[in-house]
């Protein structure tokens, strides 16, 4: 069946630091989601890309959905200590299936 | 503006024991409904989910069923838990219209099967 993968599991960076999360499908992905999740709490929807190529950005996080759409990555630029949880990409080869990578967790260090 | 509901919050059982856990949407119509679980540190796993009424769509043979009797309630039950089924678990919803938009979750079920 359908895998996602994500590297790294965990990352402890220096607040100001960049950090980078990488996400790998085993199929070819309709879309990709990104979610955040805090400590204790649920996971949030951040962004969805759909297109080969596409880019998008929020403020200091950059999104990328691979020419293939099987891969794509989260990088936030200048970490803060309101970055800190667990950032899951998700997705699927259907629009209704919806399978979440194992997540990597972030930890910023003041 | 649409809302979900998941309840509930925290939840202790002894093994044998059935499950139900329910979920409801406000504020939308016709929604994707899905059933995930999260063991502690780790990963969400897709255990269920539905593109309407009384269609599932079962991803881990387990013993945990899920039903959707109407069209914003979504039911995870269990006729006898066993230890392994302790977990957090998260009810969430999607437009069914493919618009660009994610899943919206629940506060979750923190199930601890004793």
């Known amino acids: 069946g359908q895998q996602v993968m994500q590297i790294p599991q965990y990352q402890h960076v220096q607040e100001g630091e960049d950090f980078t999360t990488y996400c790998n499908s085993s199929?070819?992905?309709?879309?990709i989601q990104w979610y955040k999740q805090r400590p204790g709490g649920h996971p949030v929807f951040l962004i969805q890309l759909v297109k080969s190529g596409e880019v998008k950005k929020q403020k200091r996080l950059t999104f990328q959905f691979g020419e293939a759409k099987k891969n794509s990555s989260l990088h936030i630029t200048a970490t803060q200590t309101t970055d800190v949880g667990t950032y899951f990409c998700a997705g699927g080869a259907s629009y209704d299936k919806v399978i979440f990578g194992p997540g990597t967790s972030l930890s910023v260090i003041p | 503006s649409q809302t979900i509901h998941q309840w509930p919050a925290t939840l202790v059982q002894p093994v044998g024991s059935p499950l139900s856990l329910e979920c409801t949407v406000e504020g939308t119509s016709n929604p994707n409904l899905y059933w995930y679980r999260q063991a502690a540190g780790r990963g969400l796993q897709l255990l269920f989910y539905?593109?309407?009424?009384?269609?599932i769509s079962s991803e881990v043979p387990q013993n945990l069923s899920a039903s959707r009797p109407q069209d914003r309630q979504f039911i995870l039950s269990s006729k006898k838990l066993l230890l392994s089924d302790s977990g957090f678990y998260l009810c969430?919803?999607?437009?069914?219209?493919?618009?660009?938009?994610?899943?919206?979750f629940g506060q979750g079920t923190r199930l601890t099967v004793v």
């Open positions: 539905s593109i309407g009424i009384g269609q």
């Open positions: 199929t070819t992905l309709s879309n």
């Open positions: 969430a919803w999607r437009t069914a219209d493919r618009k660009n938009i994610g899943a919206f």
